[in-house]
């Protein structure tokens, strides 16, 4: 009982902590700048990943 207790008071602030950090990054990712960066590293990744492939 004492670990349940544990686990339904420290889950609800772990989530909620989860949906604050959710919500400034969104925020921040929707400026065209952190865009463009995501998109350009996401790039680099698949074409990492297609060499690795391609090189097999």
Known sequence: ???????????????????LAAARARRLLREPRAMRIMNRAAGTTMAGA???VATR
């Open 1 to 19: 009982i004492q670990v349940g207790a544990a686990i339904a008071l420290i889950l609800p602030l772990v989530l909620f902590s989860y949906a």
């Open 50 to 52: 297609a060499l690795v």
